[in-house]
């Protein structure tokens, strides 16, 4: 067996796509893991993504399934770690990413490592340690108001350290534009001080693919997708068509789509626009007893054999507070999740092989529900979203999938993604 040359331990599930299609894109092949394997890998492949749901549970837990995660990735062989968290620093005042790096950190014996959650092509960028998300400050970009992780502080220096018991310390952009030397000199300065957690700037790919170089010894490095640009290079791998190459795709095509973000709504619009088939899933039918996935499915059928089909819940904010106030959060939430999930599979029953799927929580709960347990990585429909090829439980089938979250994609991206597939 090929040894590993990257292990990746990610928070959530299109984080994990989002950070296995920069690799790809940067010459890796990659294969994505839905929590960790019972098994040793039995795939020949440079890079794997463990994606786990631990964004938001209790540090103890998120801990615990992160370094099961490292100890998996260790076994096969994994030459460094990456631990990809949020574009946006999604974390409570409690973590979890300070404590889930201190925990890999002392499990590597690790002295030092980076953090910048920087993804200039999805404009996330840092600068002076304040995170950007597209013109404006982390905390004026809406994700003050995210009912999980609200994100009140763009000082990502601040907000690390807030989570982290060693010192956390800024490696800044004029460092970073002087090159990987004067990142190295940096580190060595910053280590003499006793900071071992460093929040990087970068603004622009051009950053991360200078930073990369001054992270070839780095044992574990802790980031958004961004910084995975320019690691490959460091185990000699460069940019070819030939990592993100797929079997042929075929079959019925369809999109389904629990997520309730800005761009999510304007991606549904525009494929209504376009003359698309769409049905609309209403949460309070769900909650009256009404078999809407039965429904759904009916409705999909004979249309589906024509041209490609859109189930989605996707509704505004003022829309999902209402059903919110009168189901509650959590069971509003779940109940959608469900749904979606049972057409997702119902879908695949009858026929459907490219199959998009909108929405982080969404993703978890269809890909659990095709029984899917690994994912081959292939080319980006937009960027931080590729498509993948997995074999579902549903007779051991295999579908081409595409994991998109809430925020990533163009207007077009339903259309567009079938596009990319030929
Ligand atoms: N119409 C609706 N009313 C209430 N809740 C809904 C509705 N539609 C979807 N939901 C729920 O909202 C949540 C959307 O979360 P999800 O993570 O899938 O999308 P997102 O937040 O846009 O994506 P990401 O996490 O990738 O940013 C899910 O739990 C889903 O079931
Ligand atoms: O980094 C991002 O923004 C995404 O990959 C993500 O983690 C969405 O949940």
């Given at each position: 067996m090929a040894k590993l040359l990257l292990g990746c331990i990610a928070d959530d599930f299109t984080g994990a796509t989002d950070l296995a299609n920069n690799l790809v894109?940067?010459?890796?092949?990659?294969?994505?893991?839905?929590?960790?394997?019972?098994?040793?890998?039995?795939?020949?492949v440079d890079a794997v993504v463990v994606a786990l749901k631990s964004r938001t549970i209790a540090p103890a837990e998120a801990i615990a399934q992160s370094l099961e995660a490292l100890r998996w990735l260790?076994?096969?062989?994994?030459?460094?770690?990456?631990?990809k968290y949020c574009s946006t620093f999604d974390s409570t005042p409690q973590g979890n990413i300070g404590p889930v790096t201190e925990a890999l950190m002392e499990a590597l014996k690790c002295g030092f490592t980076i953090a910048t959650p920087a993804?200039?092509?999805n404009k996330r960028t840092v600068f002076k340690g304040y995170l950007f998300a597209g013109e404006v400050l982390l905390n004026e970009s809406g994700m003050q108001n995210h009912p999980l992780t609200p994100m009140t502080d763009p000082n990502l220096v601040r907000v690390l350290q807030a989570q982290c018991t060693r010192k956390v310390g800024l490696i800044d952009h004029a460092v970073?534009?002087?090159?990987?030397?004067?990142?190295?000199?940096?580190?060595?300065?910053?280590?003499?001080?006793?900071?071992?957690i460093a929040i990087v700037d970068a603004v622009s790919n051009d950053d991360l693919l200078r930073l990369g170089p001054a992270l070839a010894k780095m044992p574990l490095v802790t980031a958004g997708s961004g910084v995975a640009i320019g690691l490959p290079a460091n185990f000699g791998l460069a940019p070819s068509s030939q990592a993100?190459?797929?079997?042929?795709?075929?079959?019925?095509?369809?999109v389904v789509s629990g997520s309730c973000s800005l761009a999510t709504n304007r991606q549904v619009l525009d494929f209504i626009q376009r003359g698309g088939a769409a049905l609309?899933?209403?949460?309070?039918?769900?909650?009256?007893?009404?078999?809407?996935a039965a429904e759904a499915l009916a409705w999909a059928a004979p249309l589906v054999q024509k041209q490609p089909v859109l189930v989605y819940s996707t509704a505004e904010a003022?829309?999902?507070?209402?059903?919110?106030?009168?189901?509650?959060?959590e069971e509003a939430g779940a109940m959608v999740e469900r749904t979606i999930a049972a057409i997702a599979r119902g879908l695949v029953e009858r026929g459907v092989r490219q199959l998009v799927v909108a929405g982080g929580e969404t993703s978890g709960a269809c890909v659990q529900a095709l029984g899917?347990?690994?994912?081959?990585?292939?080319?980006q429909i937009d960027p931080g979203v590729p498509w993948c090829h997995a074999r579902t439980d549903v007779e051991g089938l295999p579908v081409h999938i595409a994991l998109k979250s809430g925020n990533f994609g163009g207007d077009d991206f339903f259309t567009k993604a079938f596009t990319v597939l030929g």
């Open positions: 894109r940067a010459g890796m092949r990659v294969v994505q893991a839905i929590g960790v394997p019972a098994t040793p890998l039995d795939a020949e260790q076994a096969q062989g994994a030459q460094q770690i990456y631990f993804f200039p092509d970073v534009a002087r090159g990987a030397a004067a990142v190295t000199e940096r580190i060595e300065q910053l280590q003499g001080e006793g900071v071992s993100s190459a797929l079997p042929t795709a075929g079959g019925l095509r369809a609309a899933v209403d949460p309070l039918r769900i909650a009256a007893g009404v078999d809407v003022g829309a999902v507070k209402s059903v919110q106030g009168k189901l509650g959060v899917i347990a690994q994912m081959q990585i292939g080319p």
